[in-house]
């Protein structure tokens, strides 16, 4: 096969929103995103109720499942904030399954990542930060701005000190969109780049399929790495909202 028959790798096109459920979807610019959004909500709500309502003293698959979920995420809170932390609950379950759900929803043929859009991340990561200032306002009042003054530092160094602690109090939001946002691109950019490399090199001949076996079996090597990286982020951004909303209720 000529070398401009070859398909060409377009590793970006997949995060390209188009609109779904026909005229409607146009009218009110309803995306393939939303789509997804609704259908990973709908799986965790199904996953709770019929999970749950067994009620069975030995729990089968599904109940185990929503059990270890709410007992996983009712601990982290705990052990992380404290014992105020059963009040931020429902808040860092709902994030937690929101996020894991999306990630792994991704990994389907023909289905969309919405946590690979720096929108839906940053909107996440802006919830977190606006709930972790309300909190630490209505606990502590105006006593909540010392927390951009440590204790003890000379009054000398405040006007390097305070700068220093808003920039990194105001980051948070920045570095958690970001770091979930980057992950889920690079490991569905690999996955399109290496499966392209499968098709390249089986179109090339006899010679071209034995040598598209290497990128073949990388691409199934990449389906398990991605599984981990979908629950460690997951993971990692419901543990720093934990700690953030600590601060926020110890103010320190």
Excluded at 168 to 189: C, D, E, K, T, W
Excluded at 191 to 214: D, R
């Amino acid at each position: 096969m000529a070398a401009e028959e070859l398909p060409s790798i377009d590793a970006l096109g997949q995060f390209e929103l188009t609109t779904s459920l026909g005229a409607f979807g146009r009218s009110v610019n309803f995306t393939q995103s939303n789509t997804m959004m609704l259908i990973a909500s709908a799986l965790v709500l199904g996953m709770l109720y019929f999970g749950m309502r067994p009620k069975a003293v030995v729990p089968g698959r599904l109940q185990a499942l929503a059990e270890m979920g709410y007992e996983f995420i009712y601990n982290m809170c705990s052990d992380q904030i404290g014992h105020e932390g059963r009040r931020f609950f429902p808040f860092v379950f709902t994030l937690f399954f929101f996020v894991l759900m999306g990630n792994l929803l991704g990994l389907l043929p023909y289905s969309f990542t919405y946590t690979s859009h720096i929108v839906v991340t940053f909107a996440l990561a802006a919830a977190v930060i606006v709930l972790t200032t309300v909190v630490a306002l209505y606990l502590h009042g105006w006593k909540f701005f010392t927390y951009f003054f440590p204790a003890g530092a000379p009054k000398m160094l405040a006007p390097l000190i305070i700068p220093v602690e808003v920039i990194s109090y105001l980051s948070r939001p920045v570095s958690l969109s970001i770091r979930l946002f980057a992950n889920m691109v690079a490991g569905h950019v690999m996955f399109e780049v290496f499966a392209s490399f499968v098709v390249m090199l089986a179109a090339a001949g006899t010679l071209g399929v034995v040598g598209a076996i290497g990128p073949l079996a990388l691409n199934v090597v990449l389906v398990g790495f991605e599984l981990l990286v979908a629950a460690l982020q997951a993971y990692v951004f419901a543990i720093l909202t934990c700690i953030y909303l600590h601060d926020a209720v110890h103010l320190h």
